[in-house]
């Protein structure tokens, strides 16, 4: 049965996702109407939602003609979702204080049916104490949701309050909704995600490591549980949260992660995502100190080749993808990286020059495979996540 989702566009900049968003429910199956605010019209026009949406938009909650065909009582609870993108202040202050003075906050106090809210507004405005009560209030009446996360404003300012991106919304949608068979192409599959760096001890306060900050990896992880997987995701020292519907465990050095990773098979797929440290040093128990002598001399350990001995474990997934982050020669390295480790495609990106794509939130990747490559445009990372699961999903089928 095709589940209905009523979506209320609010009056932010943020406003021009819920395009994506549109377009990516549709893609999944879901059937949509839209309540457009006086505000959201300032930024996205009646027409491109109903065009999008194959339904008409609602404005006016004194509309003869909307109360006629589709009553704001009856427009609040045929839908199974309501859904609030973006949400603004302004909204969350109405839905938490029970205001019913425009057709948006009248159908939210109307509806029996369960709400999730996507905020989006300066980052100001969402640390205010006031705000901060009424998203407490709301969490407090039941209401779900997703995001914001950091990010760079229309304002110039950065910090929380950034609208989730339209995949992470329509994730949320699909985990309170569920989804058809069609819509879960990894339903029955097992699938093993690593991500982030790995952090190899120089002694109790020093280490060795890099820039990643598992962004992508994480996204593949989340990617894959909507696409219906049972996920692990074998993590290194991160600063984001761990993924919804995931299994996480937590790692450090590059032998505590092949040690997950095998604990966790056998899979249908595994993805490593991780930016794996190539070096290790046999750690000191102690502080090491300046001296006289000069710097002290690291003698350098090679670690475990997780990917390669994954390829040639007698466990080994039906998948295998691995991740080349390069700073020059990215294909012929890539390529390379493809016929070393034995695996069966290499997500190959480009992390030099000022490009900021360890710790930023787009990508632009090339699939290598023995057959060719197959370049991608930049991508939000949550994107690049779900084209390739797309992609896991086509190469090994939905399980019987």
Same mark, same amino acid.
């Given at each position: ?13 943020? *406003?021009? /996702? ?13 059937a ?9 019209? @300032?930024?996205?026009? #009646? %027409? +491109? %939602?109903?065009?999008?949406s ?9 509309s003869?003609?909307d ?6 009582? @009856?427009l ?6 309501l859904?609030?993108?973006? +949400?603004?202040?302004?909204?969350l ?6 205001? *019913? ?23 100001? $405005?969402?640390?205010?104490?006031a705000?901060?009560?009424?998203? +407490?209030? %709301?969490?407090?009446?039941?209401v ?8 760079e ?16 919304? *329509?994730d949320?949608?699909?985990r $309170?909704?569920?989804g058809t068979?069609?819509q879960? #192409? ?10 982030? #760096? ?19 990896g ?23 949260p761990?993924? +919804? ?6 790692? @450090? ?20 995502c991780?930016a ?15 001296? /006289? ?6 003698? %350098? ?40 480790? !034995?695996?069966? $495609?290499?997500v ?7 490009? !900021? ?29 779900h ?14």
């Amino acid at each position: 049965m095709t589940k209905r989702v009523l979506l209320i566009v609010g009056g932010g900049i943020a *406003a021009y /996702k819920t395009l994506e968003l549109i377009r990516n429910l549709r893609k999944r199956g879901f059937a949509l109407r839209c309540i457009l605010t006086r505000a959201g019209k @300032e930024f996205v026009t #009646p %027409l +491109a %939602l109903a065009s999008l949406s194959g339904d008409k938009v609602y404005e006016d909650l004194f509309s003869l003609t909307d109360e006629a065909e589709m009553g704001h009582i @009856e427009l609040s609870r045929e839908a199974d979702l309501l859904v609030v993108a973006p +949400a603004t202040a302004d909204l969350l202050a109405k839905m938490a204080n029970g205001s *019913a003075n425009d057709l948006a906050s009248t159908a939210l106090l109307a509806t029996d049916k369960p709400i999730l809210a996507a905020p989006a507004m300066n980052i100001r $405005m969402w640390l205010h104490a006031a705000t901060q009560r009424n998203l +407490a209030r %709301l969490k407090d009446d039941g209401v779900t949701f997703v995001g914001p996360g950091d990010g760079e404003m229309a304002c110039g300012e950065y910090g929380p309050g950034r609208m989730a991106e339209p995949v992470e919304i *329509a994730d949320a949608i699909e985990r $309170m909704l569920g989804g058809t068979t069609a819509q879960k #192409p990894l339903a029955g599959r097992r699938v093993v995600v690593t991500s982030g #760096p790995t952090v190899e001890p120089i002694d109790p306060v020093r280490f060795l490591s890099n820039r990643s900050s598992g962004k992508q990896g994480h996204a593949v992880a989340a990617a894959a549980a909507s696409a219906g997987a049972e996920v692990v995701l074998v993590s290194g020292p991160v600063s984001i949260p761990d993924p +919804a519907g995931v299994r996480t465990v937590h790692v @450090e050095s590059a032998v505590e992660m092949l040690a997950a990773v095998e604990a966790a098979l056998p899979s249908d797929i595994a993805i490593f995502c991780a930016a794996v440290a190539d070096w290790r040093v046999e750690p000191a128990g102690h502080k090491i100190k300046k001296g /006289k002598s000069g710097a002290p001399t690291l003698a %350098l350990i090679e670690n475990p080749d997780i990917l390669a001995t994954i390829c040639r474990h007698k466990q080994r997934p039906r998948l295998v993808i691995g991740f080349a982050a390069e700073t020059e020669k990215m294909l012929a390295h890539a390529r390379a990286k493809l016929e070393r480790k !034995g695996c069966d $495609m290499i997500v190959a990106n480009d992390v030099g020059g000022p490009a !900021g794509v360890m710790g930023g939130e787009r990508n632009t990747v090339h699939l290598v495979t023995r057959d060719g490559v197959e370049d991608w445009p930049t991508l939000d990372k949550t994107e690049v996540a779900h084209r390739l699961v797309e992609r896991m999903a086509a190469l090994v089928g939905t399980s019987s």
